[in-house]
């Protein structure tokens, strides 16, 4: 396993992370497993949120890693919060309640101390000024270490990167959906390191059938996953490794965050991590060239 550096931050976090949205609630024995099959393999990122299983995917984490704690980088995410009926959540974005959401996130977890806190979303409208003081708050409190971001609107990004200490940006980013590319370089400029989810296209350039994904058409997925079984085939490699790999081949990107449900999944990840020092850039011309690159038409 190889290890970046986060950003401007001292944290130095395995190139493959574990999104801990995918661990399935209530499989307490499979999650402890896939847990000390990554931490085998050298994964040491572990992002979650406050968002997810209404905390309770916070809850569970927390307690499988609680007599290790110092082995993770542990991540996770501020900013939605649940209405009391449970029908969904609001955006709320306020200094009061990201410092009293990481009370709660820090109970949860069976920690002091976060390493990563993300502002989950963002928009222009974000009282932006509190919502600062309060990451800073916290690092000066030592409730959290660094403070990043996750969202993919440019001008929410780009804002925070050019004007706050985020250290990264989580956003969606693979072989499908390049539109982070016109960016990678001015946010690695500001110190800012990009957190690649979605690097599988939601298993379309694994095991998937094609089918419309963003602005692609059914059609052109297709022809992007014969590439891929065809670039596999010649080079020994397995899909999954091309596919975690590609935005890693990106000095910008840190991480490739995926998700992992099942051991068999945690096993076949075992394996794709051992092949990603066989694929470079050149062995995707067939992609790349056959596929244009969509940009943020949204957001800009």
Do not use: C
Not at 203 to 220: F, I, R, T, W
Request: zero cysteines; charged letters at 25%.
């Amino acid at each position: 396993m190889q290890y970046n550096q986060l950003g401007k931050s001292t944290l130095e976090i395995s190139t493959i992370g574990l999104g801990g949205m995918s661990l399935v609630p209530g499989k307490e024995k499979v999650n402890g497993n896939i847990l000390a099959q990554i931490k085998d393999f050298g994964i040491n990122y572990l992002d979650t949120s406050d968002l997810y299983d209404r905390g309770e995917n916070e809850k569970g984490i927390g307690k499988l890693i609680s007599g290790e704690r110092q082995d993770w980088i542990l991540a996770t995410k501020v900013g939605n919060k649940w209405k009391e009926d449970g029908s969904g959540w609001d955006w709320a974005p306020s200094k009061a309640y990201i410092l009293k959401a990481v009370e709660d996130s820090l109970k949860r977890l069976k920690t002091n101390y976060i390493d990563l806190y993300q502002l989950h979303g963002g928009t222009l409208e974000d009282p932006y000024d509190e919502i600062v003081e309060a990451f800073e708050q916290l690092v000066k409190e030592g409730k959290i270490r660094y403070y990043g971001i996750s969202s993919i609107r440019p001008n929410v990004f780009l804002k925070y990167a050019e004007d706050s200490q985020i250290v990264s940006n989580m956003m969606q980013y693979s072989l499908l959906d390049r539109r982070p590319e016109e960016y990678l370089q001015q946010l690695k400029s500001k110190g800012v390191s990009v957190l690649a989810r979605g690097s599988v296209a939601q298993g379309l350039l694994v095991d998937k059938p094609a089918m419309e994904y963003q602005e692609y058409s059914a059609g052109q997925v297709d022809t992007v996953q014969q590439h891929l079984a065809d670039i596999a085939e010649k080079h020994g490699v397995s899909k999954l490794a091309l596919a975690i790999k590609y935005p890693l081949l990106h000095d910008a990107v840190a991480a490739s965050v995926v998700g992992i449900r099942t051991e068999d999944q945690a096993a076949d990840l075992g394996k794709a991590i051992q092949d990603l020092d066989k694929v470079s850039l050149d062995l995707y011309d067939p992609i790349l060239k056959s596929l244009s690159a969509k940009k943020y038409t949204s957001h800009r």
